[in-house]
């Protein structure tokens, strides 16, 4: 990659695999925008994604992207796809021969591309400059001025200070993270009035300091809706994972009134994924947060209202009104309610991990946290595709992962996928037949005692950082004596609640319910949390979006 010297202006960059016509595009946009644009040119997709989260972290702004349509492991669409996820406002433009605008004309409405240019662009006076001064004009006038961050001042192992870093990325809201003990942690603090004895300290764009704030708190000052616009909608969906962000834009854009309600932050566990390989239309992968974030985009868009930080306790049903109580003691209510509640990562329950958690012990991946990895030894819990994606993220910067599977084997749980990837790492080792003993470290995690279930043998080993990715706990207990669940607390739906087909006891309509229907009519279910889900994202959107049709048809007859 080669550049412009000065770090001050405006980047314009290009992207093409031939050097020779790398260089030719660099040298007609150096001609004319030089001097007032910064220049940058790639020659693979990858390296320039390198480059655009390079200038991200360093807050430079990217004003035009130009890249060519044929690019081996990547091709120009497949590369403005992720470039939109770093840099959104950036105006997009695809080189293409004659024979490829066809795509460059679908590429139109996937990635809302701006302009393509056909090869050769000679003479750049009649066929490039006019695009680019276009587009450059429409640039300028969108304002794309960086955004400011919040600050937040923490110690390294710190529960509460991972907890805060964890809330602001998964909430897509940017920050920069400041130890404690660097200076300008010091002068952080220092300017709040505060001494360092209670963090983290967050302070906020608009220079408002927050000291051990909840996630309520967080969300309110950074800009994140946590009240409601009404008392009363269509559609209440419970929970922001891909099922009820997947019902939020199908209810909203078929003109239900929707708000989704979220406990914590969008996107459920799939949200922290690092990388999702096998859901429909992303053939190079795509990471759950930037998954969630088009969903969430997309969601607002249609006019869904989206609250976080809002746990709810209670489901009361009173005639054709469902009220959706919250733990404040405020509440809302709909005509249908659809639970999207998901599932939790079951707590492990050995020796010492109880204080070290959020100190080097991590449930789910943590994302935040990869960078700190570098060069160290991980150990990942865990057989199932989250624990799988984890392992083949951390394993870019790790010394080593080892995953501990209680079971004989991987492929009973794993994706078949994963399994040849992890078989192919050579820093990733599994074993089988183990499981965590028991934890042990001071301020944070510095051991482990890892026993063989067969024999029963115990070895301590050397561990800074566990992430762990076992079972599925549904977050359902708020339903009981309400709505049907089974034995370990999955919500019964449909034909599922009895075993002779019948509707469930105390179902009063003439119809049986519909296939995602509780038995509260109305209330439906969709995605992890409903029993016997296949505990994939593309089944959760799946039936996120099942449930809006059910719902259609419940309100038609009411």
């Not at 390296?47 to 991200?56: P, S």
């Not at 083949?392 to 995953?403: D, E, N």
Request: net charge negative.
């Amino acid at each position: 990659m080669t550049q412009a010297a000065s770090p001050a202006r405006t980047v314009i960059l290009t992207v093409d695999d031939d050097p020779g016509v790398s260089r030719a595009v660099a040298r007609d946009l150096r001609r004319r925008y030089g001097e007032t644009y910064r220049i940058v040119r790639a020659e693979s997709g990858d390296a320039a994604l390198d480059a655009l989260r390079e200038l991200k972290l360093r807050g430079d702004q990217v004003a035009v992207i130009l890249a060519d349509y044929r690019m081996p492991q990547m091709n120009g669409i497949e590369f403005l796809e992720q470039a939109l996820d770093v840099y959104p406002g950036a105006r997009r433009v695809l080189l293409t021969a004659y024979a490829d605008t066809s795509a460059a004309i679908d590429a139109i409405n996937v990635i809302d591309l701006d302009h393509y240019l056909l090869k050769p662009w000679d003479p750049p006076e009649e066929k490039l400059y006019p695009v680019l001064d276009d587009l450059l004009d429409a640039w300028r006038s969108a304002d794309y001025r960086p955004v400011a961050v919040c600050k937040v001042v923490g110690h390294r192992w710190s529960a509460r200070s991972a907890g805060v870093r964890d809330f602001l990325a998964r909430s897509q809201v940017p920050y920069r993270w400041y130890s404690a003990d660097t200076p300008e942690g010091r002068r952080l603090l220092s300017a709040a009035g505060q001494d360092g004895q209670r963090l983290p300290l967050v302070v906020t764009p608009d220079g408002t300091p927050l000291v051990e704030p909840e996630d309520a708190d967080l969300a309110e000052h950074v800009g994140l809706a946590t009240t409601p616009t009404a008392e009363f909608y269509d559609l209440v969906v419970i929970g922001g994972g891909p099922a009820g962000l997947g019902a939020a834009v199908y209810g909203a854009s078929e003109g239900l009134r929707t708000v989704l309600v979220e406990r914590s932050a969008t996107g459920g566990q799939a949200g922290q994924s690092s990388r999702i390989e096998n859901y429909l239309g992303f053939p190079d992968g795509v990471s759950g947060a930037q998954l969630t974030d088009r969903a969430r985009r997309q969601a607002t868009r249609f006019g869904a209202e989206i609250l976080t930080t809002r746990e709810v306790t209670g489901l009361d049903v009173t005639g054709a009104s469902r009220t959706v109580r919250f733990s404040d003691g405020s509440a809302i209510a709909a005509h249908s309610v659809i639970l999207a509640t998901g599932v939790s990562y079951r707590q492990l329950a050995a020796p010492g991990l109880a204080d070290l958690t959020g100190c080097g012990v991590f449930y789910g991946s943590a994302l935040t946290e990869a960078a700190a990895c570098q060069g160290h030894d991980v150990y990942i819990v865990g057989g199932a595709n989250s624990a799988g994606q984890a392992a083949m993220y951390l394993s870019r910067g790790a010394k080593s992962v080892t995953i501990l599977v209680r079971g004989s084997s991987l492929s009973t749980s794993m994706s078949h996928y994963l399994v040849q990837q992890i078989d192919d790492a050579p820093n990733i080792s599994v074993r089988t037949g183990t499981v965590v003993e028991a934890a042990h470290g001071s301020d944070h995690l510095e051991q482990l005692t890892l026993k063989d279930v067969a024999s029963g043998h115990t070895e301590l080993v050397d561990a800074q950082w566990m992430f762990v990715f076992i079972g599925a706990a549904p977050l359902t207990d708020w339903l009981d004596g309400t709505v049907l669940r089974d034995p370990r607390g999955f919500i019964m739906a449909g034909p599922d609640m009895t075993d002779d087909g019948q509707p469930p006891a105390g179902w009063e309509l003439d119809r049986p319910p519909y296939h995602l229907e509780t038995n509260v009519p109305g209330v439906f279910v969709a995605g992890d949390a409903r029993a016997e889900s296949a505990k994939r994202v593309a089944s959760a959107v799946g039936e996120g979006a099942m449930a809006v049709m059910l719902v259609h048809r419940y309100l038609e007859q009411s």
